[in-house]
């Protein structure tokens, strides 16, 4: 079953830039969120990727 993590953290753009990001990720565990947003922004060419946060999002309905 896939839960929803919220991330928070930054990262350095391919320019040199370093960004923060606060993303929600669809994955089975924390683990497997975080290698999927490592891999997202690996593929756009941002490095240095650091993670501070991961709160698990809890839907009410």
């Known amino acids: 079953m ?3 993590y919220r991330m ?3 990262s350095v753009n391919p320019r040199g830039l ?3 990001f606060n993303l929600n990720v669809q994955a089975t565990d924390v683990a497997q969120a975080q ?3 490592k891999s997202d922004f690996a593929a756009i060419g941002c490095t240095h990727i650091q993670i501070t946060k991961v709160i698990e999002v809890v839907n009410h309905a």
Do not use: D, E, H, P
């Open 18 to 20: 370093t960004v923060g």
């Open 8 to 10: 928070t953290g930054y």
């Open 2 to 4: 896939l839960k929803t």
């Open 35 to 37: 290698a999927k947003l």
